[in-house]
């Protein structure tokens, strides 16, 4: 989770870990304020039995914890890039999904905070 940012100060920077690499950075966030969650292979692979594998990672940023939690375990779950469901509840969360491609992918393109360092496309 990340607290309001201080007057004066600059944004908080969020490593996300890549899923194949512990030691890897996937992707850098800057936000102001409100909070990251994370799900995907990082620890037990794709443990989810039947889950069709587009998608090794999903971070999701937002102003509450719990929603972004949620948000970012179902949207792993559903194994898409981005689900069908995503612009129907995520509301004010964007969704940074790291694909089995290796690709970076962000959700709504452009608005709110977003990926400022990209180390898995710079390679």
């Known amino acids: 989770m990340v607290a309001t940012r201080p007057a004066g100060r600059p944004a908080w920077r969020v490593g996300i870990q890549h899923p194949a690499d512990r030691d890897a950075v996937a992707a ?3 936000l102001s304020c ?3 969650a994370t799900s995907g292979t990082y620890e037990r692979g794709n443990h989810l039995r039947g889950r069709a594998a587009a998608v090794d990672s ?3 940023t937002g102003p509450d914890l719990a929603v972004a939690d949620a948000l970012a375990t179902a949207s792993w779950a559903s194994g898409a890039l981005r689900p069908t ?6 509301g ?3 969704l940074l999904a790291l694909g089995t491609d290796g690709r970076l992918r962000w959700w709504p393109p ?5 990926p400022i360092d990209d180390p898995v496309a710079a390679s």
């Open 28 to 30: 850098v966030l800057e």
């Open 34 to 36: 409100g909070a990251v």
């Open 58 to 60: 999903v971070a999701v």
């Open 85 to 90: 469901w995503w612009d129907r509840v995520a």
């Open 92 to 94: 004010p969360h964007g």
């Open 110 to 114: 452009g608005a709110g905070d977003v």
